[in-house]
């Protein structure tokens, strides 16, 4: 018979690939939406339930760090503020964006064993080739395998413009992209993979970042490339390998961008100058009509947030930072603290890559979850950069043990 712990972590594993591959957007071809209108747990994600479920199946039997445990305390604060004292009771993107991040953490914490880790890395590399094969299907075709669980008329655009976009696996081009672009730095950092293998692979992912058209994470994701290997390029006996790579692909990426479809935004609009752009800029003048002290302990509710948008003239835009969204629905002192609360989290699952990398892949992930409201929607962006280091860490010792053992408490 399966043993109880082996048993739990094939649940691990398989709310992994829900998480990552049974997206919304898939789902969706079998009316998974209807079921977000019966209940708005189902806005989760079958993934994020069935490692919800597997957290609470092992919170009993662990001991939980102390990291993970400073932030569910200042998570329990939060929610108490927000659903005790002013009575909100629309938490779903919270627990989503938040709260899954750290109870994953926790999982991560207690599967601590390399057998366990080969098998995420391999769930996640499924996820990769998927992603990127859709992608690329997609755009040559114009066609969107799954449909958009959005308003897909309004949101494709004239395919003549150069303004068709996949929709992969995640929905949003934006949604796709994020999760493109936190994965590849990881790829890049994987001592096990060849150098020829990491090239091909960051090149499969950059051209599906073409096909999503996000500007800013393309050339993010080139800046990024550049930051974790330039010393490669310049110190290493292989670097001679790193500039023919970078010389071939950057070349056919030209080519592409200046002669098909691929990447047409990044021509056609530039980077800051269209409205999308311009609107993340201009909602900052929100701040010349609100009065900080009415957000320093607690938020307001969202209707009022509306409201201030209209005083301000601003009633038109979206709202597309999600710390302007946070510091309105949670105040400034409740935001200032589940981000510092949050940062020896990301310490503790980037610095086994090195201090450099560490802050590479922070500000990449700072950069990118600011250019969009994300958090404030319910994004699993800081629970992707969690996957993503668990998957992808290097380790020198073989096997911890020749099964899945787990590191519980006594």
């Known amino acids: 018979m399966m043993s109880y712990s082996k048993k739990y972590s094939r649940l691990l594993l398989w709310g992994i690939f829900s998480f990552l591959v049974l997206t919304g957007n898939l789902l969706s071809v079998i009316g998974y939406s209807s079921l977000i209108n019966i209940s708005p747990v189902f806005k989760l994600g079958i993934g994020v339930i069935l490692l919800f479920f597997c957290f609470f199946i092992y919170v009993h039997k662990m001991t939980i760090p102390n990291p993970e445990k400073h932030i569910f305390i200042v998570i329990a604060i939060m929610l108490y503020v927000n659903m005790i004292i002013k009575g909100e009771y629309q938490i ?89 672009s936190l994965m590849m730095p990881f790829i890049l950092l994987q001592n096990e993979f060849s150098i020829k293998k990491k090239n091909l692979l960051w090149s499969i992912g950059m051209l599906a970042l073409l096909c999503f058209n996000s500007r800013f994470s393309i050339v993010l994701s080139a800046v990024v490339y550049i930051l974790l290997n330039y010393k490669n390029m310049i110190y290493s006996r292989h670097r001679i390998k790193y500039v023919l790579c970078i010389g071939l692909t950057s070349a056919v990426f030209l080519y592409m961008l200046f002669n098909t479809s691929f990447g047409g935004r990044l021509l056609d609009l530039g980077l800051y100058g269209d409205a999308s752009s311009m609107a993340r800029t201009e909602i900052l003048d929100i701040f010349q009509v609100v009065d900080y002290r009415e957000f320093m302990f607690v938020g307001i509710p969202y209707e009022d947030i509306i409201y201030i948008q209209a005083m301000a003239g601003l009633d038109y835009l979206i709202i597309e930072n999600p710390w302007i969204i946070f510091i309105f629905r949670y105040g400034i002192l409740q935001t200032f603290a589940m981000i510092l609360f949050f940062i020896p989290l990301f310490h503790k699952w980037l610095i086994p890559y090195g201090k450099f990398n560490a802050w590479v892949i922070c500000i990449l992930f700072l950069s990118l979850v600011s250019s969009s409201n994300s958090l404030a929607v319910g994004s699993t962006a800081i629970a992707q950069v969690y996957l993503f280091a668990f998957a992808f860490k290097n380790q020198k010792n073989k096997y911890d043990s020749k099964d899945n053992t787990l590191l519980l408490a006594e």
Request: proline letters at 2%; hydrophobic letters at 50%.
């Open 92 to 180: 779903t993107n919270y627990i989503s964006a938040i709260v899954f991040p750290v109870c994953l953490s926790c999982l991560f914490s207690l599967f601590q064993n390399k057998r366990m880790q080969m098998e995420v890395r391999y769930i996640v590399m499924i996820f990769f080739y998927l992603e990127c094969f859709i992608a690329i299907v997609e755009k040559i075709m114009m066609f969107h395998f799954f449909g958009n669980m959005e308003n897909e008329d309004a949101f494709v655009g004239r395919i003549d413009s150069y303004e068709f976009r996949s929709c992969g696996l995640w929905g949003h081009p934006l949604s796709n992209s994020c999760i493109l």
